[in-house]
């Protein structure tokens, strides 16, 4: 089923390494949802200027605080002088920029420190597009996370809570605080009950097929319930791969000590998978080879997909 977009929705497809940017035309102003990953910031300024054809942006609405959707905020609020609007869950972590709190320490990934306007609540209702929409709260890949919702349209913005094919790295539940998994859940079936014809996820074309995605996520969920340790393999890969995008290459032989120097996959790989980082290395490198992610050239690890 293809997608279908009200004329004043502009979604601006992204690679895996920055999250799509969805743009709301609204006279001569728009309104920005997500912004991208910082090494990206150039790419994303230049992309939103083009798609605002000489308008000016009044707002960036961010749908939760990870490095891939909040990576161009500083940019385009010195460019734009946009307010930017976060949800209320985070407001804490970027007042402070707790880089620990956000996930880039922890994770290896880096952010671009932003001052934000306003926040959104899981209830409150906005102003998109000229349309009405709706926040709503969906914990699970991020516990403050917030998803859109039109009704008048029957359009969701998702940001990583869902996916075509899943959704984003639980990182709560990986991190060892237990109850993200369960929110995982409690989020699709909150998503399920919502009336949606087309949705605009953080990652990958807006999609039709509503019913398929969730029946898609709803069985990731529940393997990931029933194996924890499929969980944690899928989370190691799914973060490798994306800070792999952002390194471009990274020395074979220094696989072991990069994963050691990095909290998230040291942890990780010790706590669920019970390996070393020496072991996990290995391991790492044979699958993410298999699957085609990354190849070996001149004895780096470089991406396979693009950034
Ligand atoms: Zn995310």
């Known amino acids: 089923m293809a997608a279908r977009l009200p004329g004043q929705v502009r979604v601006i497809e992204r690679g895996w390494l920055s999250s799509n940017n969805i743009l709301f035309l609204e006279g001569d102003s728009a309104t920005l949802v997500d912004s991208g990953y910082v090494g990206h910031a150039e790419q994303t300024l230049a992309l939103v200027r083009e798609a605002l054809g000489g308008r000016r942006l009044a707002r960036l609405i961010n749908t939760h605080s990870h490095s891939d959707h909040i990576g161009g905020n500083a940019s385009l609020k010195r460019e734009h002088g946009c307010d930017i609007v976060i949800p209320a869950g985070i407001e804490e972590h970027v007042l402070a920029w707790d880089e620990e709190a956000l996930l880039l320490s922890q994770a290896c990934q880096r952010g671009d420190p932003f001052r934000h306007d306003a926040v959104l609540r ?5 102003e998109l597009g000229g349309l009405a929409w709706r926040a709503l709260a969906a914990p699970g890949h991020d516990m403050e996370a ?8 029957r359009l969701l913005i998702s940001g990583d809570a869902l996916w075509e094919d899943g959704f984003g790295i639980v990182f709560g539940e990986i991190l060892g605080h237990q109850g993200a998994l369960r929110a995982t859940r409690e989020t ?6 919502l009336d949606v014809a087309t949705v605009i996820p953080g990652h990958g074309a807006p999609f039709g097929d509503f019913e398929a995605a969730l029946e898609r996520a709803f069985r990731r969920q529940a393997a990931f319930e029933a194996d924890p340790q499929r ?17 471009q290459r990274l020395p074979a032989s220094g696989l072991a000590a990069y994963l050691e120097s990095v909290p998230f ?3 990780v790989g010790a706590r669920i998978l019970g390996k070393s980082t020496g072991e996990l290395a290995g391991w790492l490198l044979d699958e993410l080879l298999r699957a085609r992610a990354v190849a070996v050239e001149d004895g780096f690890i470089v991406p396979r997909m693009a950034a």
């Open 122 to 126: 899981a209830g409150d209702e906005f």
């Open 146 to 153: 917030l998803v859109f919702h039109c009704p008048a349209e």
């Open 188 to 193: 699709l079936e909150a998503i399920a009950a």
């Open 231 to 247: 969980m944690g393999r899928n989370a190691l890969k799914a973060c490798f791969t994306f800070n792999l995008l952002d390194l």
């Open 265 to 267: 996959f040291r942890d």
